[in-house]
């Protein structure tokens, strides 16, 4: 099953449809930085090409919404690295944290391409 492996992000392929789960760049670069974005540091050392080929996915909800290149959020930009974590994860940066509660009232449903982010 594909899973976010961003901590206290509970999302799957077969729950959250409505949203994509990311490949780890191939690029070691690139993917160091996720790594690092992560918190992950059981995952770093793993070689880049390994990371991509991997059952490790971060969901959509983690990029900002300038990070995709496509308005269904199924594509990223070269660049983009994920920011958004739950605050439960201890770490950051933070966005929409003062609209968490709103947030969870609200269903994300399949094919909706709009916020709300932020339901880890
Ligand atoms: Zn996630």
New binding site residues.
């Given amino acids: 099953m594909v899973k976010?492996s961003?901590k206290f992000?509970n999302?799957n392929a077969n729950n959250d449809m409505g949203i994509s789960f990311f490949r780890f760049p191939a690029e070691t670069a690139r993917c160091d930085e996720w790594m690092r974005a992560l918190g992950r540091p059981d995952l770093q050392g793993i070689h880049a090409d390994k990371m991509h080929h991997s059952k490790y996915r971060?969901?959509g909800?983690?990029f900002h919404q300038n990070s995709f290149s496509s308005m269904l959020m199924n594509r990223l930009k070269k660049e983009a690295v994920p920011i958004i974590f739950p605050p439960a994860a201890g770490y950051g940066p933070f966005f929409g944290e003062d609209n968490v509660e709103e947030n969870k009232q609200t269903e994300f449903s399949p094919g909706e391409c709009n916020l709300p982010f932020f339901q880890?």
Avoid: I, Q
Wanted: charged share 10%; proline share 0%; aromatic share 0%.
């Fill in positions: 976010c961003v992000c999302r971060v969901c909800a983690h880890c």
